[in-house]
């Protein structure tokens, strides 16, 4: 997705050639048309499967997975990371990893609003080593759902979360895989 590179090379800045911030536009400030063109190339990438719900992870997750379920017409649901005193339903649950936060999170979403015997498709911003995107899928799989494939907007294919993950026998979209950090600039992997 060249929209995509051209503002991670713009504005993306490489933390000691170890982490990527990406604040300007993705994961703080939020740039609706770049966001709206992310969720056509989700929707794209999954036309044909069937998706019946969108599953992501709060916080910097829901905006992306929004214009993904605008563009395939199926409804969100975002896991969170702290259970609310008004949370009060049965719940699913899964422990994930933060590998920017460096803290786990015991991420929980309402047996209401993940009925089972669907099609899911996860969405993350990030893919490192795979901890959120398992996290979710097991999340998914203990409601009695099929994950039908997990979108990433951004991957670290020089970390083992891909591989994890195919392993796993999950189907894998990353509209942008970085290859490595080289002086403090991305290196991407082309397709």
Same mark, same amino acid.
């Given at each position: 997705?060249?929209?995509?590179? &051209?503002?991670?090379? %713009?504005?993306?800045?490489?933390?000691?050639?170890?982490?990527?911030? $990406?604040?300007?536009?993705?994961?703080? &400030?939020?740039?609706?048309?770049? /966001?709206?063109?992310?969720?056509?190339?989700?929707?794209? +990438?999954?036309?044909?499967?069937?998706?019946?719900?969108?599953?992501?992870?709060?916080?910097? @997750?829901?905006?992306? *997975?929004?214009?993904?379920?605008?563009?395939?017409?199926?409804?969100? =649901?975002?896991?969170?990371?702290?259970?609310?005193?008004?949370?009060?339903? %049965? $719940?699913?649950?899964? =422990?994930?990893?933060?590998?920017?936060?460096?803290?786990?999170?015991?991420?929980?979403?309402?047996?209401?609003?993940?009925?089972? @015997?669907?099609?899911?498709? #996860?969405?993350?911003? /990030?893919? *490192?080593?795979?901890?959120? *995107?398992? !996290?979710?899928?097991?999340?998914?799989?203990?409601? !009695?759902?099929?994950? %039908? !494939?997990?979108?990433? =907007? #951004?991957?670290?294919? /020089?970390?083992? !979360?891909?591989? +994890?993950?195919?392993?796993?026998?999950?189907?894998?979209?990353?509209?942008?895989?970085?290859?490595?950090?080289?002086?403090?600039?991305?290196?991407?992997?082309?397709?």
């Amino acid at each position: 997705m060249e929209i995509l590179k &051209q503002r991670i090379n %713009e504005e993306g800045r490489v933390l000691d050639n170890r982490v990527l911030k $990406v604040d300007s536009f993705l994961n703080h &400030q939020i740039d609706p048309a770049l /966001f709206q063109a992310i969720g056509k190339e989700i929707a794209k +990438r999954f036309e044909g499967k069937q998706i019946d719900r969108i599953v992501t992870i709060e916080a910097s @997750g829901i905006a992306l *997975a929004l214009m993904a379920a605008i563009e395939m017409n199926v409804p969100l =649901v975002f896991a969170r990371k702290k259970k609310s005193i008004l949370m009060t339903d %049965e $719940v699913y649950h899964s =422990v994930v990893y933060s590998y920017t936060k460096e803290e786990n999170y015991d991420v929980t979403v309402s047996k209401r609003f993940l009925p089972a @015997g669907e099609h899911v498709l #996860i969405i993350d911003d /990030f893919l *490192a080593s795979g901890e959120a *995107a398992m !996290g979710l899928a097991k999340l998914v799989e203990s409601a !009695g759902d099929t994950v %039908e !494939g997990i979108a990433i =907007v #951004i991957e670290k294919s /020089f970390q083992p !979360g891909r591989e +994890r993950l195919e392993r796993a026998g999950y189907h894998v979209e990353s509209l942008i895989r970085i290859e490595r950090f080289e002086d403090n600039r991305c290196i991407f992997v082309e397709d």
